[in-house]
């Protein structure tokens, strides 16, 4: 598996727009990998978590065509992760022409917002309907949580995030022939249920990418912050990580975090690493 990491910041972006706080100031003034778009992750240019507002940016900047997606798998509904025009757009009005059918899978509730969201949009119709599906060459999925699914090589399993849960919020177990991937944002401290069924299928990841909202000295509430994300790390590196596997932060806010060399030098002393936007990890 080709995995790159197209955002990995909270929902405001990094740094915030309008904040001149330490945190915020240095990551202006250094850039690189303190400049962060919002969360969005690509797998093998075909599958993508999370369809949102900064990823037609970060293709132009890490030259990476999105013309190749024929999966879209939606963690939940919220506008940091979901952008309507993008699926507008593939509307025949806006003239797009050959175009990759797309399969966009999510739980019930979030496919419903996400309907309502582009119906408010524009008036092309529901995407529950076979004529405005066939009219933005899209089929939608539901996924149902701890029920497999396989889409073309990949097997794909949804867990309940602990966020969003009026949108039954997912994150994604996925798997091939060759590589294994679980991605956790935008969650909480992740419920029993699912270590339990991790347990019983016996699975072992390649990568886990992780929520990493809040940083050192931050209590985790809505997500996590560094001392429950440093637990989940050290469950998923006994219980659920093969021996090669690695474990990556994400979706970063400036809440206690620090300049991004100096936060890769702490988070290495408990096992896991930073991402940063444009990241590529082969798997």
């Known amino acids: 598996m080709q995995i ?97 059918p797309l399969l966009l899978g999510g739980s019930q509730k979030t496919l419903s917002m996400l309907d309502v969201l582009i119906q408010r949009r524009c008036a092309y119709g529901s995407l529950f309907t076979p004529q405005t599906q066939q009219a933005l060459q899209l089929e939608v999925v539901k996924i149902s949580p701890y029920s497999p699914i396989t889409l073309g090589p990949y097997h794909i399993i949804g867990y309940p995030a602990n966020h969003a849960t009026e949108h039954d919020a997912l994150l994604y177990s996925i798997t091939d022939n060759n590589a294994a991937l679980f991605y956790g944002t935008d969650t909480a401290a992740i419920v029993e249920d699912v270590w339990h069924d991790l347990k019983a299928r016996n699975m072992r990841y390649d990568l886990v990418v992780l929520d990493h909202t809040y940083g050192i000295g931050y209590p985790t509430s809505d997500h996590l912050a560094t001392d429950e994300f440093i637990r989940h790390a050290h469950r998923f590196a006994q219980d659920h990580l093969k021996d090669t596997g690695r474990i990556y932060a994400t979706h970063l806010s400036h809440e206690g975090i620090r300049e991004h060399t100096a936060l890769q030098e702490y988070a290495s002393h408990y096992g896991y690493h930073i991402a940063y936007d444009g990241l590529q990890v082969t798997i």
């Open 4 to 100: 790159q990491f197209l955002g990995t910041s909270a929902s405001p972006a990094m740094p915030l727009p309008f904040c001149q706080c330490e945190v915020c100031t240095v990551a202006r003034h250094r850039g690189g990998k303190n400049l962060r778009r919002r969360s969005s992750l690509l797998l093998n240019q075909e599958v993508l978590l999370d369809l949102g507002p900064d990823i037609v940016t970060a293709s132009y900047a890490y030259n990476i065509p999105l013309t190749g997606i024929t999966v879209c798998l939606q963690t939940h509904p919220h506008e940091d992760h979901f952008d309507p025009e993008l699926i507008i757009s593939r509307h025949p009005e806006y003239g797009s022409q050959q175009m990759t």
